[in-house]
């Protein structure tokens, strides 16, 4: 058992340093993809036809593909049109845009969810269609929306780990690397496994407190 | 000041209006009575640019109603509407419903805004429901918030979509009683309403309106208690005694 403790605090720094570009990804994919889920979702319900068309499309396309095909196709394939990014950078963009679409279904069904009375009301004292999205939809739609974007992130938490197969050195790729050198694999996958929990849990009790905070107003 | 003329509304193969025409000057109370799904609400809206009509015109103080237009928001701030269903914003207090249009569409200073918007609750006789939400007011209270929201704009007449239908029968008189003082005042109305006390008191003129067309239209009085149509007379008939 000490011996285990020992290797333990032996892989410990080094996974650290996985768990903090496991929060980047995450972060930076949630922020990515909440505001393109948002724009999505603002033209899923517009007037426009056309943009209604476009986000219906973009959707449809993203979520028929896997994320890791989406993954390898940004890191990979882009460079050879001349985009190129690296592993961290083609990480957040991908899961961003693979989560938007996600994001985009959110949005739009808390949007849809305002009484249409109220947007009459809105227009009938003179307020114009952004004036009404900002001052009368987005204040309520983000309420409801707010518990099932819990459940988003945490899953694009554990989603991050899908970058670890294009070279990002986050938390499942470094337990990826310690493991193949170590053959020590029953303490890092442990190890891996109760540090995406210790992230995962508090999410959770979170997502659970605003649902029980929202579902009565 | 309110201009209709011969305007009708198809909602696809339905015509809902069918060549309607009326005005309504300034100050003067206009009633619109008739069953359901006559088109009273429909020509409401219209004048409201909430609905599209197929032909005619709708004026107001001279601007062409078209709902496609930026002028809309102009007529729009002249010309408020009070609904049914309150529709009140239920994420924002009494007061804040009030201020939101003199605040967000008019420009005005905020203090200036909330200031007469106390004025305007104390004067539908909710000065002690300034920080109530919505949902915490009753009907009659949400309808006298919407009314003073309305009031707010400084409209140039405000439109009434059966502003009691919604109502526990003991709001009613709350209701009517605050807009027959705004009438009272002058203030330029057209109601749609299934209140004949109501209209016999407080209105001008009354339109009788059955399938989309105005099938008799008078003052009040002599229309309320001398119906010369047969189909106005069956009509008020069975609005008054509904048992018979």
Known sequence: MSDYLARSAQYFPLLLEGVTLTIVVTLGSVFLSSILGLVWAIMAVSKSRILRGISRTFITIIRGIPIIVQLFYIYFVLPELGVNLTALQAGIIGLGLAYSAYQAENFRAGIEAIDKGQIEAAHSIGMTDGLIMRRVILPQAVRIVLPPFGNTIIMLLKDSSLVSTITVAELTRQGQLIASSTFDNMTVFTLVALMYLAMAVPLTFLTRHLEKRYATS | ?244
């Open chain 2, 1 to 244: 000041m309110i201009s209709v003329e011969d305007i009708r509304k198809s909602f696809g193969p339905l015509e809902v209006i069918k060549g309607v025409s009326f005005n309504v000057s300034q100050g003067e109370v206009v009633c619109i009575i008739g069953p359901s799904g006559s088109g009273k609400s429909t020509i409401l809206r219209c004048i409201n640019g909430l609905e599209t009509y197929n032909s005619g015109a709708i004026t107001f103080d001279g601007i062409k109603i078209d709902p496609g237009d930026k002028s809309i928001v102009n007529v729009r701030t002249q010309l408020s509407m009070v609904f049914q269903r309150f529709n009140l914003f239920p994420h924002r207090t009494a007061l804040e419903n009030v201020i939101e249009g003199p605040v967000q569409v008019k420009r005005e200073k905020k203090a200036d805004a909330m200031e007469r918007g106390r004025e305007l609750l104390d004067k539908v006789g909710l000065s002690g429901k300034l920080d109530a939400y919505p949902g915490s007011l009753s009907g009659g209270q949400q309808q006298r918030v919407a009314i003073a929201r309305a009031l707010a704009m400084r409209p140039k007449a405000i439109l009434f979509d059966e502003p009691t239908s919604a109502l526990d029968p003991e709001l009613v008189g709350e209701v009517l009683s605050v807009m027959r003082d705004l009438a009272n005042e002058g203030m330029t109305m057209v109601v749609v309403t299934h209140e004949m006390g109501f209209a016999r008191e407080v209105a001008d003129r009354v339109l009788f309106l059955e399938s989309g067309v105005i099938m008799e239209e008078g003052s009040a009085s002599e229309l309320l208690r001398n119906p010369k149509h047969e189909r106005t007379k069956d009509f008020l008939h069975r609005v008054i005694n509904p048992l018979e």
